[in-house]
């Protein structure tokens, strides 16, 4: 029994089947990664995943308990945390006030008015916040206003506000769309890192075959919203099928 | 002290000096001088200065926290005045329980209102909240008149009894502060000048600083925090588990609150309540102090407030004749052109200068006016460097 | 019956204004992406272009008429309109007595230019900035327009008759087999709402029929493709603005002898033209038609006599009331595409 079971998954937009029959389950504490061709479904099941769509058919249980009818803020508060292709991170504040809001969310759950307090006396906070930008690498750009950071650094502040919640299930979508070869690396090793660190399961979709090589123990590979195969990638490598809908493609 | 960083404390002791010593820094001219016409040191005015602070405070904590902009907000105010002035007309003619009355009647009805209007974002809670407050002006216009008074409006009559007091047969009650009234003035003749401190200016003031000071908690707290992620990005905030809808519900609340405060303020100092306060250019005035001043900032909507009234009471005054008088020194064509430049955006044009104002505000400095003067600053000081440095900073190669 | 038929009939020219304003507000904001908050100031203005004109025609010279005494005794002066001199007097008086009607063709350039200098010289600075800056900006537009026409035209309404030809009423009643006099409605009233069915007309056919308007329609679907088809979308969306203004002023100018212009009207119309156009659906042209027509009629039906012992106030809010239900049942309003405003 995996953390997350999806089972018999199906999603229709109008005439357009997105999913069908989708099963999948992820081991706790692997790497999982999904991958398949541009048209796959595989946002839309990401989608499903954490509240933002609602499958027409099928059940998702994350840890035993359905997540089906939940909204966003409810399924993360359950475990679910999620890194978005284009870095979704508060742009307006500074990196340290980015990463203290997690650490509230943690702490204080959905909605807790703390309207008096100074948020800079709440020392475990700020030390959480603190500590996790340590280790993101980024403990020299407290003050800085987010938005005006690279691409890689919002990056990594955004996996670092994921991770600062302490998610049991960590989502990526796409992380590395988009960037320069050696920000694809960096972002590889941090990923690597994570995994060997913490006590925390990995789901990535991904188009990059070289971070999907170099990151999962597992792949489910997906093609017109059916999972093809899911197996180990050394078999995933050599597989005719994936060849064809997939590698083929790209080759 | 009192909970503030060094900057916040320092802002806080300022405008507080600022307040107590209003009706010197607004009269700075001699009575008997030509620019006397362009004191602002009387009650009326001064008042009107903070209790108008309160109001632009309070929808700053709303639209410059989190970005949700209220075209309805004069509906609060109205309504808090009307619960102000029935809790004078029936139970007491002291100030305190009026106030009170006033904040709590704009508060529930801004739990009714924006728990519907916030389930909408963006241009449509713009328009809920607009059709809002035109829903409320019209019915208190006509349907609402037994309650409202309609277009006449509520005042206190000679016929009024209130509860808890003791007045001779006749006699017209008055707003009061535990038997102080709030037209008591004491004047005073320093040579050719003249300065009035009243008692309703100086509760009023009081107040304000009281709600400046809760602002800026509120600014500095966990929920500020909150507040300020909304506005930036929505959807990070609900996958990190975060409810947006409580928060920002809580804040327009608040905000409601401090609207209803100033509406009670209002009737506690003139004791008298109209529809037109709720009209939908109420609305927009606050929307226009705020942004003036530099929405977002803690002391912009104070200082917007403070512009608009003050436009509105005293550039508003200023009329041809007198426009002759200051340019007479002039050859007659000359002045007579100057004064055809000058003429419409003063006295009655004094719209077209709001109007210009706020069109030049928006379009360069987003900051308002607390962003000019930072401005301003900045460059005084890098002028300044550049002076005492000026020869080390030629290229040394 | 003969009731619903007269409120129906009072409904429509109002809400062929609001049509009309609304749907130059859903064509800059579907074009554009802009929240447009002067709109309603190029109603207003459109009003005054028709004031304007017919001030324009009504020059006079003063001329020593030595015929006439004054209650003096001195010969009589007479201000002779310069038209009388051109055209003669009969013509003359014509041309003055039609005024309305002609500054259609002094409105539509008046009006082509105000709205293409407005978007060159500001709106054009914020596409890419929030709809509540774009909100704001032209909020203080419309506060300078409005004081300007004040400056010039002074405080109060200048009346500003229709064509004596116009002047009477036509009796639907008698028309339909009802008894006479029983609804009678203005000839004014039923040349507004044709003209603004023409002109609605006439902008649907612009943009169904013509290679500009389908390019345009493109933009309003989607405007980055269309862009990177190499289109110049952003010299047509300035023309799409003008447009609008011409659309806006029309409708003000044929208002005018409805209601007599002031300073203020255009404000008054835009708070329920947005109305309307969130009600019909943000970015959707029939929508907006649609919605101002029925908020016009739904108007006058609440302001009956019948309506109105039951529920008191009704007209007073029942605009706002449809507009809250609306929006809170069908968030993209009756006719809204999916995604367009929908944060």
């Known amino acids: 029994m995996g953390i997350l079971e999806v089972k018999d998954v199906g999603k229709r937009f109008g005439g357009l089947q997105a999913l069908g029959d989708v099963n999948l389950s992820v081991k706790e504490n692997s790497v999982h990664a999904i991958i398949g061709p541009n048209g796959a479904g595989k946002s839309t099941l990401l989608n499903c995943l954490v509240g933002k769509l609602i499958p027409d058919t099928g059940s998702v249980m994350f840890d035993g308990q359905s997540v089906l009818g939940r909204t966003p803020h409810e399924i993360n508060q359950m475990g679910i945390s999620r890194v978005f292709q284009t870095p979704e991170i508060f742009g307006d504040l500074t990196v340290l006030e980015n990463m203290m809001i997690p650490c509230f969310a943690k702490r204080d759950g959905a909605f807790r008015m703390r309207a008096i307090e100074d948020m800079m006396r709440e020392k475990d906070i700020v030390e959480k916040a603190e500590s996790m930008l340590k280790d993101m690498n980024m403990a020299d750009k407290h003050h800085m206003h987010a938005a005006s950071m690279s691409r890689g650094d919002k990056r990594r502040l955004e996996i670092g506000m994921c991770l600062a919640q302490e998610p049991r299930l960590l989502l990526l979508d796409e992380p590395t769309a988009g960037m320069a070869r050696a920000d694809t690396n960096n972002t590889i090793d941090l990923l690597k890192q994570i995994s060997d660190e913490r006590d925390i399961t990995i789901a990535i979709i991904e188009h990059d075959m070289h971070v999907v090589f170099s990151l999962a123990q597992r792949i489910t590979v997906l093609a017109q919203g059916t999972p093809l195969v899911e197996d180990d990638p050394e078999n995933i490598k050599g597989h005719p099928k994936v060849r064809e809908a997939y590698l083929g493609e790209t080759a | ?397 | ?343």
Not at chain 2, 336 to 342: K, M, S, Y
Request: proline share 4%; net charge neutral; charged share 10%.
């Open chain 2, 1 to 397: 002290m009192l909970g503030l960083n060094k900057k916040d404390l320092q802002l806080m002791l300022i405008v507080t000096g600022l307040t107590m010593l209003a009706p010197f820094i607004l009269n700075p001219f001699p009575e008997s001088s030509g620019m006397a016409q362009f004191n602002a040191g009387y009650p009326d005015l001064m008042q009107r200065f903070v209790i108008f602070g309160i109001f632009a405070i309070g929808f700053n904590l709303l639209f410059g926290l989190t970005g949700y902009l209220s075209f309805g907000h004069a509906a609060f105010l109205g309504v808090g005045s009307y619960g102000a002035i029935w809790m004078m007309k029936l139970v007491t003619l002291n100030v305190i329980p009026a106030i009170f009355m006033g904040v709590i009647v704009a508060g529930i009805f801004s739990v009714a209102v924006g728990y519907i209007c916030l389930r909408r974002s963006g241009i449509y809670f713009s328009i809920l909240t607009l059709a809002f407050a035109q829903m409320s002006y019209a019915l208190a216009y006509s349907v609402l008149t037994p309650i409202t008074g309609g277009e006449t409006g509520l005042q206190i009559k000679s016929t009024d009894r209130p509860l808890l007091s003791n007045l001779a047969e006749g006699e017209t009650g008055r707003a009061n502060l535990f038997g102080m009234d709030m037209r008591q003035s004491f004047e005073l003749n320093v040579g050719d000048w003249l300065f009035t401190f009243n008692a309703g200016y100086y509760i009023a003031a009081v107040v304000m600083l009281i709600a400046f000071y809760i602002s800026i908690r509120i600014f500095r707290s966990p929920f500020g925090l909150m507040l300020r992620a909304i506005k930036s990005n929505q959807t990070r905030m609900s996958y990190t588990g975060l409810n947006p809808r409580p928060h920002t519900l809580a804040a327009f609340v608040i905000s409601g609150m401090y609207a209803g405060l100033a509406g009670g303020l209002l009737v506690a100092m003139d004791t008298q309540v109209g529809p037109e306060r709720m009209f939908w250019t109420a609305s927009g005035e606050v929307v226009l102090m705020t942004i003036l001043g530099g929405v977002g900032t803690l002391i912009g909507p104070v200082l917007g407030a403070g512009v608009i009234k003050y436009m509105e009471n005293i550039l508003s005054k200023i009329n041809k004749d007198v426009l002759h008088e200051w340019f007479a020194f002039m050859p007659d064509g000359l002045e007579d052109f100057i004064v055809f430049l000058v003429y419409p955006f003063i006295g009655k044009g004094w719209h077209l200068t709001l109007g210009i104002l706020f069109m030049l505000v928006v379009i360069f400095l987003p900051g308002g006016l607390v962003e000019g003067g930072q401005r301003i600053g900045k460059w005084i000081k890098n002028r300044g460097k550049a002076k005492d440095t000026g020869g080390s900073t030629e290229p040394a190669e």
């Open chain 3, 1 to 343: 019956m003969e009731a619903i038929i007269l409120q129906i009939l009072n409904g429509l020219d109002k809400g062929s204004a609001y049509a009309l304003i609304a749907l130059g507000l859903t064509l800059i904001f579907g074009t554009l992406g802009v929240v447009n908050f002067a709109h309603g100031a190029l109603f207003m203005i459109g009003a005054f272009c028709a004031v304007t004109f017919s001030r324009i025609l009504t020059l006079s010279h003063t001329v020593v008429d030595e015929t006439k005494t004054d209650f003096l005794g001195n010969p009589l002066k007479v201000d002779v309109p310069y038209l009388h001199d051109l055209f003669g007097q009969a013509t003359g008086d014509a041309i003055i007595d039609w005024a309305v009607p002609l500054s259609i063709l002094f409105t539509v350039p008046v009006m082509m230019f105000v709205g293409y200098a407005m978007e060159r010289g500001l709106i054009k600075h914020f596409y890419n900035r929030p709809h509540a800056d774009q909100i704001l900006v032209t909020f203080g537009l419309a506060i300078v327009l409005q004081e300007v026409i004040k400056y010039f035209y002074g405080a109060n309404p200048i009346p500003t008759p229709a064509p004596q030809a116009f002047a009477g009423s036509f009796d639907f009643g008698a028309a339909l087999g009802f008894d006479p006099n029983l609804i009678i409605y203005p000839y004014w009233r039923i040349i507004y709402f044709v003209f603004a069915a023409v002109i609605i007309g006439a902008v649907f056919a612009f943009l169904q029929y013509t290679t500009f308007g389908m390019v345009v329609r493109a933009g309003m679907a989607d405007r980055e493709t269309v862009g990177l088809l190499g289109i110049n979308i952003d010299k047509r969306f300035t023309i799409m603005f003008g447009l609008a203004a011409a659309v806006a002023g029309l409708a003000g100018v044929m208002y005018t002898p409805i209601n007599s212009p002031n300073y203020h009207m255009g404000m008054d119309f835009l708070v329920l033209s947005f109305v309307v156009v969130v009600v019909g659906g943000m970015g959707s042209l029939p929508g907006a038609v649609l919605a101002g027509f029925l908020l016009g009629i739904l108007e006058s039906f609440a302001s009956m006599r019948e309506v109105l012992e039951i529920l008191p106030g009704l007209n007073q809010i029942i605009i706002y009331l449809v507009a809250i239900v609306i929006l809170l049942t069908r968030p993209r309003g009756l006719m809204g595409r999916k995604g367009v405003m929908e944060d």
